[in-house]
């Protein structure tokens, strides 16, 4: 059987009922392509307790991992909430096609977490992700969906490739956002939302370049502020 267990967001963040089924699995792999995780690999062993395998996009997207649940219990850990990260849908998918029992264990992710900007959830629109950019690859597309979110005034929430340090990742904004003609005010930061090392920022763009800030961390676009929104964004820069 195929075991999809979310991690939540600290290290301390799985569920007894996930424990309980790690414990039992023969083999327990780690995905470790979709975020800058806020905790080691070895930390994560010592609360399990178990060997870990790290599972890279390759191997999740292989067949290796449902052939495996075909003879024994085998876990995927998934930081946040397995299906938060829309490419384990596929994994699902495959193991219905193979006729391979599976079970999902959800968990908190950092779209339930971002409600302690603030922020309303109702009031967010599409999710994009902020690609690093290379040498020939300068992506600005995620730039749309906060257009499209903006035309109906509701909040961007953009996801920060892994590896992609703060200082890039503004600059990647401010570029994007002037070839889509959007502009950019105060945004918000997060830092490592739902750990010890919480942070959250409401600053103007340019007052952030500075900032050290940990990963994994995001950025929201706010559209439109409630009053109350307003408020208590205002309280993070007391």
């Known amino acids: 059987m195929l075991y999809l267990i979310g991690l939540g967001l600290n290290i301390d963040g799985i569920s007894k009922y996930g424990l309980d089924v790690v414990k039992r699995c023969k083999r327990i792999y780690l995905e470790n392509y979709t975020v800058d995780f806020p905790y080691s690999e070895g930390e994560l062993r010592d609360v399990l307790d178990k060997k870990i395998i790290s599972a890279n996009r390759e191997k999740v997207e292989s067949l290796e991992i449902i052939d495996e649940a075909k003879k024994m219990d085998v876990a995927l850990l998934i930081y946040g909430s397995p299906l938060t990260a829309t490419t384990h849908i596929s994994l699902i998918e495959e193991a219905k096609r193979c006729k391979v029992r599976y079970q999902i264990i959800y968990n908190a992710s950092i779209i339930d977490a971002v409600a302690e900007t603030g922020l309303q959830i109702y009031k967010f629109g599409k999710i994009t992700s902020m690609p690093k950019w290379k040498n020939n690859f300068t992506p600005t597309s995620f730039m749309k969906i906060v257009q499209e979110n903006q035309s109906m005034k509701a909040h961007s929430l953009i996801l920060i490739d892994i590896g992609l340090e703060l200082k890039d990742a503004l600059e990647q904004l401010i570029k994007s956002a002037k070839e889509h003609d959007i502009s950019l005010k105060r945004i918000v930061l997060c830092q490592r939302l739902g750990t010890r090392d919480k942070k959250i920022f409401y600053e ?35």
């Open 204 to 238: 103007d763009i340019e007052e952030l370049k500075d900032y050290k800030i940990k990963s994994p961390y995001c950025i929201i676009i706010p559209s439109k502020l409630h009053f109350l929104e307003k408020e208590v964004l205002e309280e993070f820069n007391k």
